[in-house]
């Protein structure tokens, strides 16, 4: 989906180093998640936030932490990276205005740390 | 504790025939159902829905149908066509909490 944004597509970092991966949107919805994806596991949840002043943890929270800046940015940071953190990342929004919003997707970071 | 099962991470189909992918679930107070479908180096993309009111949901080739008493909803596509292949994942959601857990997948193949 164009309209939410993931920088980078692909990073390569190393244990022990801080990373921030970006999530813009123009779709003007409100609430935006964070979720990450193994081999075998499917998507989990990270953190998720419903507006700028609301942040929830989700199911994988430990070792990650985020930051909504505006309703159109939500960034997630990882202050200092493990192995196991190694996954592809998806940032996602959906509308509250709609009783039964889908999530909308962006296409991923690939993080892989080193 | 895996709220939401995709048992099988595999399916092979022939091309214009019907693939039936299930997903099962255990929290009782889910009421939004969603399947995603995906392809490799693109995020999920929704592909239909359905609510706990209804058992069933059509939405041209794709069909949900949800049993409650059973915990259980299936994504019906006919027919199955090769850009049909991808992984296909479904997710639910409890009333109020705007919070999605997904299965973990299942990856369809439908051969020419």
């Known amino acids: 989906d164009a309209d939410v944004t993931q920088t980078p597509r692909n990073r390569i970092t190393k244990t022990g180093k801080r990373i921030m991966l970006e999530c813009s949107q123009t779709k003007g919805h409100d609430r935006m998640y964070w979720y990450r994806q193994d081999p075998g596991l499917g998507l989990r949840l990270i953190y998720y936030?419903?507006?700028?002043?609301?942040?929830n943890k989700g199911e994988i929270s430990d070792g990650y932490s985020v930051s909504r800046q505006a309703q159109a940015k939500f960034s997630l940071s990882l202050e200092s990276a493990i192995p196991n953190q190694t996954a592809l990342y998806f940032c996602?929004?959906?509308?509250?205005?709609?009783?039964?919003?889908?999530?909308?997707f962006g296409n991923g970071t690939r993080l892989t740390v080193t | 504790d895996q709220q939401v099962k995709q048992n099988s991470p595999s399916l092979s189909v022939q091309e214009g025939r019907i693939s039936i992918l299930n997903c099962d679930y255990t929290?009782?107070?889910?009421?939004?159902f969603l399947w995603y479908k995906k392809y490799p180096a693109e995020g999920p993309t929704f592909l239909i829905s359905i609510s706990s009111i209804k058992d069933k949901n059509e939405d041209g080739r794709f069909t949900v149908f949800l049993n409650k008493s059973a915990k259980h909803l299936s994504l019906h596509i006919v027919p199955s066509q090769p850009g049909d292949s991808a992984v296909y994942f479904c997710a639910a959601s409890a009333e109020g909490t705007y919070k999605y857990i997904f299965g973990t997948g299942t990856r369809l193949k439908v051969l020419a």
């Open positions: 996602a929004t959906s509308d509250s205005r709609e009783l039964n919003s889908p999530l909308h």
């Open positions: 929290n009782s107070m889910f009421d939004y």
């Open positions: 936030s419903f507006d700028v002043k609301d942040i």
